[in-house]
């Protein structure tokens, strides 16, 4: 039995990751849902949006998973140019091709809706309008500050700085340790007065990647796993009181020191604290670690849709179901359904195939020069 993060244990932890996700976008802030009536009973109002904002590590989550798996990969790359351009450029291909099936769906079906794409893209010049839609399917919109079909869609270019970063990473650190790159990355922002870099901004989010990419180098799971009770429940009750504990202390200094104030400590460290809970209490339980696999699996997906749902065409279906939980059970169902649906489809026009295709040919025009 492995006590490390298995490929299993990563999708079940990135279901934990897009279940907060779903629940930061329906009630983070009071705009998302004044217009309807929403019970939060038997907790307040209050109470709950700080949840929802402090479910805003979701990217954070998804950030150290992405660090801890691209550090397993590159660890097995020679470090030399033409071996780092194809590593990149097959992850860029991989992270990008889900996207680009979804793009090219919602950009039919939100055409064909409303003309969404029209008034998004092309409220100025023909050549423009172009541009825009180029960068937006690339994943570049955020970047260059560009219009965007699905505003969520910023994490897309946060991703492809993280997979071109990580080999930058990976080498200064075999000559310095992480240390210095932990202290660089913490406390740039502030020696340039910049101050927080925002919620939409790939910066806030590179410390999980590194502190993921530090636990996949150093084995760090396995190690905590040879702490503790070699007994599975009392290791399961001391991870409890551990590691539920500083989750607890987390979220009380979250509101004393909201991500503008802590952003450091609440996008860096916090989601190292969540994830450590999740692998050794909460994925431990056969059941919930099955449904969160299920949920980790399609997470992609529904991450690129939910906001379709949610936020663009079908929001007063959503809220019309008036209690808290049962609004989000009802996204969770129906983002999860259409992520299946999506997933049927790219498995009938047989997608991941011309995806191999695409890299295949891509490592073979490296290889000539």
């Known amino acids: ?17 897009i279940l907060m ?14 217009k309807f009536d929403v019970s939060f009973a038997p907790f307040s109002q209050n109470c709950i949006i700080d949840i929802a904002l402090f479910f805003k590590i979701c990217v954070s989550i998804f950030a150290f998973i992405t660090g801890y798996g691209l550090l397993k990969s590159i660890a097995n790359t020679q470090i030399n140019r033409k071996d780092v351009t194809k590593w990149s450029l097959t992850r860029l291909v991989k992270t990008l091709s889900g996207f680009w099936l979804v793009y090219v769906l919602a950009f039919i079906v939100s055409l064909l809706i409303d003309g969404r794409p029209l008034y998004i893209y ?3 010049s023909r050549a423009k ?3 825009y839609v180029l960068l937006d399917f690339l994943g570049l919109a955020n970047f260059f500050d560009t219009p965007t079909l699905n505003s969520t869609w910023w994490y897309m270019s946060a991703a492809i700085v993280f997979i071109l970063i990580i080999p930058l990473i990976y080498m200064v650190s ?3 340790g992480y240390l210095p790159v932990i202290l660089v990355i913490a406390a740039l922002p502030r020696l340039l007065n910049i101050g927080y870099p925002g919620g939409t901004n790939a910066y806030s989010f590179i410390l999980p990647v590194v502190f993921g990419m530090i636990f996949a180098e ?31 202390a987390s979220f009380v200094l979250f509101r004393v020191y909201p991500h503008h104030e802590g952003w450091e400590f609440n996008f860096g460290i916090v989601p190292v604290i969540i994830i450590c809970f999740a692998r050794f209490c909460i994925i431990c339980i056969p059941v919930i670690k099955q449904v969160l696999n299920f949920l980790g699996k399609y997470s ?8 379709f749902i949610k936020s663009i065409y079908f929001d007063d279906f959503i809220y019309s179901f008036n209690h808290f939980l049962l609004i989000y059970l009802i996204l969770i169902v129906v983002s999860l359904a259409l992520a299946i649906v999506i997933n049927f489809f790219s498995n009938i026009i047989k997608y991941n195939r011309l995806t191999n295709k695409l890299i295949e040919q891509m490592n073979k025009a490296i290889d000539k020069f």
């Open 300 to 307: 992609m997906t529904m991450f690129l849709t939910h906001s």
């Open 129 to 131: 309008g172009v541009l």
């Open 174 to 176: 075999r000559k310095v």
């Open 122 to 124: 092309f409220d100025g």
């Open 21 to 34: 996700m779903l629940f930061h976008h329906l009630y983070a802030y009071i705009d998302y849902f004044k």
């Open 218 to 248: 150093y084995n760090v799971f396995e190690h905590i796993s040879e702490k503790l009770p070699k007994n599975k429940f009392a290791s399961w009750a001391v991870s409890f009181v551990v590691f539920g504990g500083l989750s607890v």
């Open 1 to 17: 039995m492995s006590t490390g993060l298995t490929k299993n244990d990563s999708f079940s932890v990135k279901g934990i990751g």
